[in-house]
Each structure stands twice: as structure tokens, then as C-alpha cells.
């Protein structure tokens, strides 16, 4: 008789096979490798005498250089954008306007972000900078399959003789849904008998990644399968949205594993950008949900326990980590992960992983003592959504989309860090309010292997679906 853990790893070996475009794949990975080049480089003296003229003069500079918000779909919206005018020269740096090329579709908010400028005329002084936020809100009612694209431009003029001008390119685009994607994220089957209810709690995003929250039980279609069987089941299903503030909330445990390889922490604002979109993310944990912080790169540490108390996952989520700057050891964290997170008693379980790479050594060859196989067979063994998050444009996304698939997850794409804030805010969104239970009497007893198909269907009469295996409860 086959074991659960063998037909697990049938299915992924499986996967794996026709997962071409993941096999051998030696492209992106976030390349760690500068981290050896700058321990190891030696200084050459050069005899040649060299004068040097310090400037008195101000030096602008505004990041980020350009941003794109992405899609924005039906009622949702995204998180808006700080901007930061820094003054690195040694003079007072005076900016005699802001402007916004679009303020309809977009807005400017001149006391908005961590140092507010306050106006669009402040004075910088050296080494010093200032901030603005700006929103994307497209106003068209009426929109075309293809969608709109929104140009807009961010001008800023300021006394730097040498960019007297700095214009930041900014993008975003309004869309109809025109896509659904479907995920069982995690099943609650056992123990059972044949005619008991099961749960089933699925996600529905949209191609901008928002959840699509207007779906009714009648939307959504099952299937049931016993493996060996040669009819299938199709039940019947309530549908409800996960509620955390009723009487009996549906409670969950998260792992949050944040990436402080080489590669993330040589641009600083990918680190302050990844923690303000975790700490975020925290904030919004119902009273009886429970998360903890997982840090890593070569080595991997939980900083931060399993706990309800939102403090201590934002003094974890903050603190200075001696670990940052080695490679990339991403199997090994999620395997912490899954070890950790297989205790917990709650209703669900999900693991958050950013990366911006891969399992890298800094040579090519993985880091991690753990398998990619042996850190998905542990995770499907004990239900475990793992949900990727890819930062910048050297991730695998291949691999982090495969690891995603496999397990119950999603993945995201990240083009940049300041898009981070709106990723989170959409696993937020998903896993603490509007996630889907799928209620329904299953045909299997506990020591049968099976499958559930769930389609689902958007008013438009748009479709997705997913499938996932149903193991015995032994």
C-alpha cells in the first residue's frame, strides 16, 4: 500500500517533470557573490598625488527614480508611494516647486510620509532629506478590455545647479477583471468518516492580485475524487469569508521568513521597505492569530517565536540582525518554518517567505542542508501554505511560483521594494478577511486518498480552478 509520504512524492516527482522551465534553470537568483568579491579585494596605492575640491554646493537626489503601481482592478486600490527629495551636497538645497503632471488620476500629498516637506517650497539642509506621498486613484468609470495605462510625472525644482529638474516616471494602470485565479490553500479533512463535513479554504485573486471578494456558494463548483475510483462526487458547498471578529473566529498561524542575504541588504531602503510591509502585515493580526519572525541568509535564526503579542513581532521585525549580508540559504528557512509552524493548534497555518533569489551559496550550487523536494513533501505533509514573495529582477520566479503551486500558496512579484507594501496588504486582505471556507460532506473515510476540484466562476462568467490531493489521516 502506498504511504501518504510516497504519494507525495510521486506527484511532485511528476510535477517536476513537466515543470521544464524550472529544471536546470541557472538564471536570476539574487547574485550574493559581491559579498565575497568586497571581503576578499585588496587596495592597490597609487603614488599619483591627487587634489581633491570639496563641493559647498547642493546635491539633489529623489527616490525612487521611477514607480509603477501596477493594476488596479474594480473597487480596490494600492498602497500609495513615499518619495524622498535627500540633499547630498553641503548647501542649503532649495526646492521652489512639486508638481504633479496628472492630479486627477493621481494625488500629491506634501505632508504625507516620514519627514513631511510641508510644502512645495522647503529648504533641505545638507545630508538631510524630505518626503511626499503620492496615491493612485484612477478616476475612469468606463474602461476598455486592454484596460488604461496612466502616465503621470513627479517634478521637482530645486537651487542644484546641476539638476536644476528631477522628474520621476510614475505608471499605473486601471483594469476590469479579466482573470481568476483559484488556490486551495489548505483542507481540513481529518479525521473524518464518509458523509462528514469538511473545510476547505480556498483564495480567489485577480490578475492584479487583489481577492475577489463577490462570489456566492453557487459560484463555485466541486468535484471529489477516490483515488482508484473510476466515478467522481460532485457535492454541494456553503461558502463564508474567514470572520476574526466573530465569537469563533477562524484563527491562523503565520511564519513570516525575511531575506537579509548580501544582495537585500546592500540597497537599504529593500530593507526598510521589507519590514515596514511586515510590520504592517502584524498590525493586523486578530487577537487569537499568532505569528513569528524568521530571519535569514547563510545562517537562519528565529528572532521571534510564536506569539499574539504585536510588540514583540515588531521589536523582532525591527531589530538589528547580526546574521544580514551572507547568502541565501531559502530551503533551510522554510523548513524552520514548517518545523515550527506543524505545532500550532490553530485553524490555518501559512509561511510568508521573501526572497530576492534563490537557495545560492554565491557560487551557483544551493546553501541549505534541505532539499527543494524534502521542504515541500514536509510542507504538504502537514498542510502548509507557502506563500513567495520575489523582490527585484533576479529572483527564479519558475521556482518560487513552483514552490507556491505545490504547497497551497501564491506567489507575488515585487518589481521593486516600494511595491511591497501593497503585496502584503494583499496577503492581509486575503488571509484575514476575505479567504473562502468551502463547507461540504466528503465521500472519503481517513484512510483513503483522494482529490477536490474547485472551479469558481466570476459574474462576467470568467473561470478558475485548482486541485488538491487529500491524504489519509494516519
Do not use: H
Amino acid at each position: 500500500m502506498m504511504t501518504k509520504k510516497n504519494f507525495i512524492l510521486l506527484a511532485l516527482f511528476l510535477s517536476m517533470i513537466f515543470s521544464f522551465s524550472l529544471m536546470g534553470c541557472g538564471g536570476g537568483g539574487g547574485d550574493d557573490s559581491d559579498e565575497s568579491a568586497a571581503s576578499n579585494s585588496t587596495t592597490t596605492t597609487n603614488t599619483t598625488t591627487t587634489t581633491t575640491t570639496t563641493s559647498t554646493a547642493p546635491e539633489i537626489s529623489v527616490l525612487p527614480e521611477s514607480f509603477d503601481f501596477g493594476i488596479v482592478t474594480d473597487v480596490n486600490s494600492v498602497e500609495p508611494l513615499e518619495v524622498t527629495i535627500q540633499n547630498n551636497g553641503a548647501a542649503n538645497l532649495v526646492v521652489s516647486d512639486i508638481t504633479l503632471s496628472d492630479t486627477v488620476n493621481f494625488s500629491l500629498d506634501l505632508n504625507g510620509g516620514t519627514t513631511p516637506c510641508g510644502s512645495s517650497t522647503p529648504t533641505i539642509a545638507a545630508d538631510a532629506n524630505c518626503t511626499v506621498i503620492i496615491d493612485f486613484d484612477p478616476q475612469d468609470t468606463t474602461i476598455p478590455a486592454e484596460g488604461i495605462d496612466y502616465p503621470a510625472v513627479l517634478s521637482v525644482l530645486s537651487n542644484d545647479t546641476t539638476s536644476p529638474q528631477v522628474d520621476i516616471d510614475l505608471a499605473g494602470k486601471r483594469q476590469d477583471i479579466t482573470e481568476i485565479n483559484v488556490t486551495i490553500n489548505q483542507i481540513d479533512a481529518c479525521p473524518r468518516s464518509v458523509g462528514e463535513q469538511v473545510k476547505a479554504y480556498v483564495s480567489v485573486t485577480d490578475q492584479g492580485g487583489f481577492p475577489v471578494t463577490t462570489l456566492e456558494a453557487t459560484d463555485f463548483a466541486l468535484t471529489e475524487t477516490v483515488r482508484g475510483a473510476s466515478t467522481a462526487y460532485s457535492p454541494s458547498a456553503d461558502a463564508t469569508f474567514i470572520d476574526a471578529d466573530s465569537a469563533n473566529p477562524v484563527t491562523i498561524s503565520i511564519a513570516l521568513l525575511m531575506d537579509y542575504s548580501f544582495s537585500i541588504t546592500q540597497e537599504p531602503d529593500n530593507v526598510t521597505d521589507m519590514e515596514n510591509a511586515a510590520l504592517s502585515f502584524v498590525s493586523q493580526l486578530g487577537e487569537n492569530d499568532e505569528a513569528e519572525v524568521i530571519k535569514y541568509s547563510t545562517t537562519i535564526e528565529r528572532v521571534q517565536p510564536f506569539t499574539s503579542d504585536q510588540t514583540s513581532l515588531s521589536t523582532a521585525i525591527q531589530s538589528t540582525w547580526s546574521g544580514a549580508g551572507g547568502k541565501t540559504a531559502l530551503y533551510d528557512a522554510i523548513a524552520l518554518a514548517v518545523e515550527d509552524i506543524s505545532a500550532s493548534t490553530k485553524d490555518r497555518t501559512a509561511i510568508i517567505i521573501i526572497t530576492d533569489g534563490e537557495d545560492n551559496d554565491g557560487s551557483g550550487e544551493p546553501l541549505s542542508d534541505s532539499t527543494l523536494e524534502e521542504v515541500i513533501i514536509d510542507a504538504k505533509l502537514d498542510g502548509v501554505p507557502v506563500f513567495t514573495v520575489g523582490l527585484g529582477d533576479r529572483v527564479n520566479p519558475d521556482l518560487l511560483q513552483f514552490i507556491a503551486d505545490q504547497t497551497g500558496g501564491t506567489f507575488s512579484a515585487s518589481t521593486t521594494s516600494d511595491n511591497l507594501a501593497t503585496v502584503y496588504q494583499q496577503l492581509a486582505s486575503l488571509l484575514f478577511t476575505n479567504q473562502y471556507v468551502l463547507t461540504y460532506n466528503t465521500t472519503l473515510d481517513s484512510t483513503q486518498i483522494g482529490a477536490l476540484q474547485v472551479t469558481a466562476t466570476y459574474a462576467t462568467g470568467i473561470t478558475g480552478t485548482d486541485t488538491i490531493d487529500i491524504l489519509t489521516c494516519d
